[in-house]
């Protein structure tokens, strides 16, 4: 199941780039989180997430700048995606709105 993300810039000018950070628990993504995450992007707003397990998942996201620094954690944005035999899948998902502070 192919899950996808949209964000507002983040206003900084050094800024270069953003992670996606996925987990199946709670701040998961601090001790490693699923196979594939961090995503590296580049100054994009928008990403895709290819999930393959049903349940839940913990996402947030990082602002990246030209000097390596990276910030602290966005607020979660938390679903429970349920995936079929048939590849039909269906979700719960709770948005949490959050700007991305300086790192």
Do not use: C
Request: charged content about 10%.
């Amino acid at each position: 199941m192919l899950v996808h993300f949209g964000w507002s810039p983040n206003p900084e000018p050094d800024v270069t780039g953003y992670k996606l950070y996925v987990a199946r628990s709670s701040m998961g993504y601090v001790s490693g989180g699923v196979a594939g995450s961090p995503v590296i992007l580049g100054n994009v707003l928008s990403a895709s997430f290819n999930l393959i397990d049903s349940g839940p998942y913990f996402f947030a996201l990082t602002v990246v700048t030209a000097s390596g620094g990276e910030s602290s954690f966005s607020a979660e944005v938390t679903g429970v995606f349920f995936i079929t035999p048939l590849g039909h899948a269906r979700s719960g998902v709770q948005y949490v709105g959050a700007r991305l502070g300086r790192y």
